[in-house]
Structures are given as C-alpha cells and as structure tokens.
C-alpha cells in the first residue's frame, strides 16, 4: 500500500532520525531496518515500542520474530548450521514503508506468508 503522504512522511523521518541519529545515506520507503539501519534484537523491539508510542500505531498483529532474531550470539542456530549445511534462516526484511503505512491506518497489518 505505499502511501506517501508528505507529512507523516516526514514526521516518520524525523523519528528515526530523534532515535537512532542521522545517517549518511537517504532514507526511503525501502530503507531496511535491520540491513541499512543496524537494528536488530532488543534496539529493533524498544525503536519499535517508541515508534508505535508515537504514533499511536496498534502493533498487536506484528510479529516480531519474523523480522528479527533474539539478542546476542545464537550458539545453538550456528552449531546446527554447521551440521545442517544450512546458514542463519533469513528474515523477513522490515522497511520503513512498511511502519510509515502502519501510521496511516493506525494498526500493524501482517501480510500473509
């Protein structure tokens, strides 16, 4: 649903800027939180608190584990990775486009899977 509505728009990126700083690189509609931003684990869980605080944004449908692992090193996944072949399970990426919609209705929608 991207919407961009110019001043929640910026409201959003004022935000992000309040909480985690300026950065070098402009922030877009698909700037992702976790791979552009840096935020992951609990920094993920409190910006996202502070945001749905903010904003008056309903986050019971978010799910957090899809978009972000648990804090600190995960031994367990890597010992299992290195037995399974397999690496860190992806996660789903979490971009600014998707909390500045959240804004606009009010409430986090999941998509389906």
């Known amino acids: 649903m991207r919407t961009n509505s110019s001043g929640s728009w910026q409201q959003l990126l004022h935000f992000v800027e309040q909480e985690r700083g300026k950065y070098r690189v402009p922030l877009t509609s698909d700037t992702e939180l976790f791979a552009q931003l840096g935020l992951e ?29 648990p804090e600190g090193l995960d031994v367990i996944s890597i010992i299992a990775s290195l037995f399974s072949g397999k690496g860190r399970q992806p996660y789903k990426p979490l971009m600014l486009g998707d909390l500045h919609d959240a804004m606009i209705r009010g409430r986090w929608e999941q998509e389906p899977v």
Do not use: I, K
């Open 41 to 69: 684990s609990d920094d993920a869980l409190e910006f996202l608190d502070h945001y749905a605080t903010e904003f008056c944004v309903d986050m019971t449908g978010f799910d957090y584990h899809l978009y972000f692992g």
